[in-house]
C-alpha cells in the first residue's frame, strides 16, 4: 500500500454539522480558574455561568473543521494581524490575505488588503471559521452579523488581544417591529347622519343621535430578539481575552395600536312649525334640538414588545497556565446576558368624535331661529396604552477546557486519512491512501498489521 503525503483535498467533508458543541459539564477540577471566570461573568451582566467543560470534544471538532478545509499546519497558514475592524457576515473560512494552504488555495477565495476568505460546503450556512497561526485583535473590533452567522470558531495556536480587542455582533436590538393594529371599522360609528338634513324622516320625530365610533385593534407582539451567536475559541496561548459584548438580542418593538373609528354626526332637529289662528299666525313650536354626534372609539393598545433573545455561549479552549492569568492578571467583560424584551408599541391614535346635528330650520315667522339647539359633538375616544415590554432571554454560558501543548498538537498536526481509492480489491492490488501530514515513514496499519 502507498500514501501520497500533503494531499491537499476537496473541502467538502462532512464532520462539522449541526450548531456549536453542546458543552457537557463537568466538576471543576480548576477551582480557582471556576471562580475568576464567575466573578469575571457575574459582573458581566444578567446571570451567566461560568462552567468547566471537557476540552477533547472540542479539540476533536476543531480538527474536523480543519480536516474539512485541507489544513494540517496552522503554521503553514500565516498569521493574522488586523489594519481594521473585522465584520463577519457571511459563512465559511477566513484567514490571512496571503494564505494558500488547503481551502485557501481554491481560485473561489475572496482577498482583500485584510483577509482571505472562502465558502466551505461542509460548513453550516451560518458558521464561519477563522483559522491562523496568530490572530493580533489588538485595539481591533470583531462584529458578527447576526443576522448571517450564528456560530464564529476561532483555532489559532496564539491569540493576542491585550490591548482594546473585542468580540461583539451587531444589530443589538432587533429592528422589527409588530404588525399594526386594524382601525376601527367601519370606520365611521353607526348610524352616521346628514347633520344638515332631515331625509326620510318625519318633521315630528325627534333629531338622532350619531353611533359610538368602534375601537382600533390591538397590535401584533414585537419579534422575538435573536440569539447572540455562539464564539468558541481554541488556541494554544493567549496573552488576553478580548471583552465579550455579546447579550442576546433585545426583542423587536410591539406593533402599533389601529386607529379608533369617528363617531357618527348626528341628525338635524326638526324645523319650526308656524300655524294660522284666528287673528294671525302662532308658532306651534321653534327649531328642534340636533342630534349629539357620537363618541369617537378609542385607539388600539400598542402591542406587547417580542421577547429578548439569549445570551451566547462562550468557549474557551487552551492551556491551564493561560487560563490562569485570563481570571487573575488580565481579566476581561464578559456580557453574556439575557436579552431584554422589546419595547411597547404606541398606541393607536383615538377616533374623533361625530358632530353634532345641525338645530331644526326656521320655517318662518312668528317661529324664531335658535342655533344654540345644535347638537352637541361627540367627545374623542381615549389612548388606552399599550400592552407592555416584551420577557427577556436567558443569561447563557462562559466554558473554558484546558488541554495540554501535546494535545492540541497531536490532535490538530497529527496524520489524517481522507480517502481510500480504491475502496475494495484483491490481495496484491494497489491502493492509495489519501491524507494530511503523513511522513515519508509513515505506515497504514489494518488490524494493526501494517501493510
Same mark, same amino acid.
Given at each position: ?23 457537557? =459539564? ?8 471556576? @471562580?475568576?471566570?464567575?466573578?469575571? #461573568? ?40 488586523? @489594519? ?43 458558521? $464561519?471559521?477563522?483559522?491562523? @497561526? ?21 483555532? #489559532? ?48 320625530? +325627534? ?39 455579546? +447579550? ?25 312649525? +308656524? !300655524? ?35 445570551? $451566547?455561549? =462562550? ?13 487573575? $492578571?488580565?481579566? !476581561? ?37 335658535? +342655533? ?18 416584551? $420577557? ?13 501543548? @501535546?494535545? !492540541? ?43
Amino acid at each position: 500500500m502507498s500514501e501520497t503525503a500533503n494531499a491537499t483535498p476537496v473541502a467538502t467533508a462532512t464532520a462539522t454539522g449541526g450548531r456549536a458543541p453542546v458543552v457537557a =459539564v463537568i466538576p471543576p477540577l480548576f477551582t480557582t480558574i471556576n @471562580d475568576g471566570f464567575s466573578k469575571i #461573568v457575574a459582573a458581566g451582566g444578567g446571570q451567566p455561568k461560568a462552567v468547566e467543560t471537557a476540552g477533547a470534544a472540542l479539540v476533536a471538532a476543531a480538527k474536523a473543521r480543519l480536516q474539512a478545509v485541507g489544513i494540517s499546519d496552522l503554521r503553514a497558514v500565516g498569521s493574522l494581524t488586523l @489594519d481594521a475592524d473585522l465584520h463577519v457576515s457571511t459563512s465559511g473560512l477566513i484567514g490571512p490575505p496571503t494564505a494558500s494552504a488547503g481551502a485557501f488555495g481554491h481560485a473561489r477565495v475572496r482577498r482583500t488588503t485584510a483577509r482571505a476568505a472562502v465558502a466551505v460546503p461542509a460548513f453550516r450556512e451560518t458558521e $464561519s471559521v477563522i483559522v491562523c @497561526d496568530s490572530l493580533n485583535l489588538n485595539n481591533r473590533k470583531i462584529t458578527i452579523d447576526a443576522t448571517r452567522v450564528s456560530d464564529l470558531w476561532i483555532i #489559532v495556536r496564539s491569540l493576542k488581544a491585550s490591548h482594546g480587542a473585542t468580540i461583539t455582533y451587531s444589530p443589538l436590538v432587533n429592528p422589527a417591529a409588530g404588525a399594526a393594529g386594524a382601525s376601527g371599522s367601519p370606520d365611521t360609528g353607526q348610524p352616521n347622519w346628514d347633520r344638515n338634513a332631515r331625509i326620510d324622516q318625519d318633521a315630528n320625530d +325627534p333629531s338622532r343621535d350619531g353611533g359610538r365610533g368602534a375601537d382600533g385593534g390591538p397590535g401584533a407582539t414585537g419579534p422575538r430578539g435573536l440569539d447572540a451567536p455562539s464564539v468558541t475559541i481554541v488556541a494554544l496561548e493567549i496573552d488576553a481575552m478580548p471583552d465579550l459584548l455579546l +447579550p442576546g438580542q433585545q426583542g423587536g418593538r410591539g406593533g402599533a395600536g389601529g386607529r379608533g373609528a369617528d363617531g357618527g354626526d348626528g341628525q338635524r332637529g326638526r324645523d319650526s312649525k +308656524p !300655524f294660522k289662528i284666528i287673528i294671525g299666525v302662532d308658532c306651534k313650536h321653534g327649531p328642534g334640538f340636533g342630534g349629539k354626534g357620537g363618541r369617537g372609539g378609542d385607539g388600539g393598545p400598542g402591542g406587547r414588545g417580542g421577547p429578548g433573545g439569549d445570551g $451566547s455561549t =462562550v468557549t474557551v479552549v487552551t492551556q491551564e497556565s493561560q487560563l490562569d492569568d485570563l481570571v487573575t $492578571s488580565k481579566p !476581561f467583560v464578559a456580557d453574556l446576558g439575557a436579552g431584554s424584551g422589546g419595547d411597547p408599541g404606541l398606541p393607536g391614535d383615538p377616533g374623533r368624535g361625530g358632530r353634532g346635528g345641525a338645530a331644526g330650520f326656521n320655517q318662518g315667522a312668528p317661529c324664531k331661529d335658535a +342655533p344654540e339647539r345644535a347638537g352637541h359633538d361627540g367627545a374623542a375616544g381615549a389612548r388606552v396604552g399599550d400592552l407592555g415590554r416584551g $420577557s427577556d432571554g436567558t443569561a447563557e454560558t462562559l466554558a473554558y477546557a484546558v488541554i495540554t501543548e @501535546d494535545q !492540541f498538537n497531536e490532535e490538530l498536526e497529527s496524520p489524517w486519512i481522507l480517502s481510500v481509492d480504491p475502496v475494495s480489491g484483491h490481495a496484491g492490488d494497489r491502493i492509495i491512501v489519501h491524507g494530511l501530514n503523513f511522513s515519508h515513514h509513515a505506515t497504514v496499519r489494518m488490524d494493526s498489521a501494517p501493510l
